[in-house]
């Protein structure tokens, strides 16, 4: 059975593969951008989580990552719509089906990529915190 983390995660990489554009989980960037996009998602770190006791909890507030690229002549348009479709998956159920207590996204940081001999792309890091308690750090 999967941790509470790993469920989460893979229940937002699902979310993610639901998209238009290719979503990979941990992979490096491939040579080609798909014409709709790519999205690769980092599992991130938990960070520190806030103990209570009595019963005993982890509240963690995780910071995964959503790297978006695409790739071509309309690059600013495709960047914005993936982005956008983003948000609107995650808003759509901001506790991924009731395995977390909240997703929350937060604004990308775009830089154009300059490609010998092809088109430019334009990718951006979205942070996203996964808020999530559990009753042991390692389960």
Partial sequence: MPTPRESILAALHARLAALPATALRG??????????GLLILRDGEPGEPEVTLSPVAYHYQHRAEIEAV?????????FDAL???IGTTLTADRTL???CDWVEAEAPRPVDLPVEGAA????GVIPVVLHYTTADPLV
């Fill in 27 to 36: 992979e490096v960037l491939p040579e080609r951008v798909p014409a709709e």
């Fill in 83 to 85: 982005i956008a479709s």
């Fill in 70 to 78: 695409v790739q071509g002549a309309d690059r600013d348009a495709a």
């Fill in 120 to 123: 430019s792309l334009k990718a």
């Fill in 97 to 99: 089906g009731g395995l």
